[in-house]
T-cell receptor, first 109, second 114 residues
Framework: EDQVTQSPEALRLQEGESSSLNCSYTVSGLRGLFWYRQDPGKGPEFLFTLYSAGEEKEKERLKATLTKKESFLHITAPKPEDSATYLCAAETGNNRLAFGKGNQVVVIP | NAGVMQNPRHLVRRRGQEARLRCSPMKGHSHVYWYRQLPEEGLKFMVYLQKENIIDESGMPKERFSAEFPKEGPSILRIQQVVRGDSAAYFC????????????FGAGTRLSVL
């Protein structure tokens, strides 16, 4: 069975304190690894897609990396507006996304 | 370009009633997906549809749930004879052809069953 596990479940950061979120996956035939951001009461907002080990993508203070078994979302010098739940999803067959439970990040001013 | 539109945003039903959730994909998107998010759980895939076709319904409960995406109009997720365990947030996503593209999500419908 396809599994996506995210850690830590919750993280409190001081503003400016960089950190990394982990997403480990066990899927047969990974087609892509997705990161989304979800704010309370809203739908997931697309951030990145990674397709092959070694690939990296960046957007503002966020950087996503991919290995054969896990992905990391690095948050550099976070600001309070980076507070959100970050979701990792592995695309398996037939465009299905298998999601982890998320990393809930709170950035304290 | 409007995003994925879901309505209603909130829906309250009593046990045994029917719930109909609507999803209008982004312009130019012909692929629609439904996911369910239970409290304290991650999003779970339910069904993948293209116009007038169900491509993959492997995540859909076998009874009471159905989905369609007609040639004209929005995609509909229908839950018959709702039970308390159906209370959840239901999210729709859409993507453009061909397959393998980014899925963009709507704001969700929060279903509460009394």
């Amino acid at each position: 069975e396809d599994q996506v596990t995210q850690s830590p479940e919750a993280l409190r950061l001081q503003e400016g304190e960089s950190s990394s979120l982990n997403c480990s996956y066990t899927v047969s035939g990974l087609r892509g690894l997705f990161w989304y951001r979800q704010d309370p009461g809203k739908g997931p907002e697309f951030l990145f897609t990674l397709y092959s080990a070694g690939e990296e993508k960046e957007k503002e203070r966020l950087k996503a990396t991919l290995t054969k078994k896990e992905s990391f979302l690095h948050i550099t010098a976070p600001k309070p507006e980076d507070s959100a739940t970050y979701l990792c999803a592995a695309e398996t067959g037939n465009n299905r996304l298998a999601f982890g439970k998320g990393n809930q990040v709170v950035v304290i001013p | 370009n409007a995003g994925v539109m879901q309505n209603p945003r909130h829906l309250v039903r009593r046990r045994g009633q029917e719930a109909r959730l609507r999803c209008s994909p982004m312009k130019g998107h012909s692929h629609v997906y439904w996911y369910r998010q239970l409290p304290e759980e991650g999003l779970k895939f339910m069904v993948y549809l293209q116009k007038e076709n169900i491509i993959d319904e492997s995540g859909m409960p076998k009874e009471r749930f159905s989905a369609e995406f007609p040639k004209e109009g929005p995609s509909i997720l229908r839950i018959q004879q709702v039970v308390r365990g159906d209370s959840a947030a239901y999210f729709c996503a859409s993507s453009p052809p061909p397959e393998g593209n980014i899925q963009y999500f709507g704001a969700g419908t929060r279903l509460s069953v009394l």
